[in-house]
């Protein structure tokens, strides 16, 4: 099978748990790529343009199943969402027809969705997520049977390998905890969790039901999130409540500063926005009619293997 992303934070969880089930697993990489999570597993890569149907046609000789979990979280520009998140995995997808692939999984986000109560997504990232499922979509229609599609949703992934949170650590470290005014209601899930639903996906048999959100058991509130943090770095933290104003603000100062680096920012608009934004939470019931998977992994198990992790690769201090 062929598996795309697999040198990223969720795809790395996702070439573990095939191999470990027994896949054989070949992910495609680029010539830039850091291929330090797939170290020691027995994984083929090969190298591939994914926006590129002839070089994806060349990774996918032989295969007959497609995990697409490639896909960009930070950009410069809002275009780059769309070519690498959306166009790419209809390259992807269109290459996987002609070869006669029979199953294809898409790693999307609940982004395409959009927060909860809200009638689609809310930035530029969501709206290329929610534009490669309807381009997916487009292609399966177009190949007339024969080629099963899995459109995954997993919303606010966290776990070992991710940078996205590691500041939010960092600072509960500190014994503080920022968070958005209001409620806000947050359902993360671990990425082990996502890994396994990506897996289940890959055996679901019947008609495809559609997107399939994936979160994590509980739905938390700001403080549960604080607690579960504090007892995760192992000291009391404070919660601090900052005006949506200066999250926004925050997230177009980290924007420019990357900008004059010449990188991606660690923090942007669309990630200050989404946070803004009261509730990101999901019913978990397709999940187990359509693919039979439910978490297993708690919020307060989940952030405490996170923090032993950071620490035992240095990301944080002991």
């Not at 166009?87 to 986000?109: D, I, M, N, P, W």
């Not at 049977?145 to 960092?170: E, H, I, N, W």
């Not at 007892?231 to 980290?254: M, T």
């Amino acid at each position: 099978m062929l598996l795309t992303g697999a040198t990223g934070f969720v795809g790395s969880h996702v070439a573990e748990t095939l191999v470990r089930e027994g896949f054989e697993v070949r992910c495609t990489v680029r010539s830039s790529s850091d291929l330090r999570w797939l170290e020691g597993l027995p994984v083929e890569t090969r190298r591939t343009d994914l926006g590129s149907r002839a070089s994806v046609g060349a990774a996918l000789e032989g295969v007959t199943d497609v995990v697409h979990a490639a896909g960009l979280t930070r950009a410069r520009r809002d275009a780059e969402y769309f070519r690498v998140n959306a166009e790419a995995t209809e390259s992807v997808a269109e290459a996987a027809v002609a070869v006669g692939v029979g199953r294809f999984v898409l790693v999307s986000s609940l982004a395409a969705r959009g927060p909860d109560g809200a009638a689609g997504p809310v930035s530029p990232y969501g709206a290329s997520k929610r534009e490669a499922e309807e381009r997916l979509a487009a292609v399966a229609a177009r190949a007339g049977g024969g080629f099963a599609t899995r459109v995954l949703r997993p919303g606010g992934v966290y776990g070992p390998r991710d940078r996205d949170l590691l500041p939010l650590f960092r600072l509960a470290a500190l014994g503080l905890v920022p968070a958005p005014p209001g409620p806000g209601r947050l359902q993360p899930v671990h990425a082990h969790d996502v890994a396994r639903a990506v897996l289940r996906g890959l055996l679901a048999t019947g008609a495809d039901p559609g997107p399939v959100a994936i979160g994590g058991p509980e739905v938390h509130d700001w403080d549960e999130v604080a607690t579960a943090l504090g007892k995760a770095v192992g000291r009391p933290v404070r919660l601090v409540r900052v005006p949506r104003l200066l999250f926004l603000a925050a997230g177009s100062l980290a924007e420019i500063a990357a900008e004059l680096l010449r990188r991606a920012p660690e923090l942007d608009r669309r990630r200050a926005h989404d946070l803004t934004r009261l509730s990101w939470t999901c019913d978990l019931g397709l999940a187990e009619r359509a693919i039979g998977w439910v978490p297993s992994v708690d919020l307060g198990r989940g952030l405490a293997e996170t923090a032993n992790w950071y620490r035992e690769v240095g990301w944080m201090r002991p």
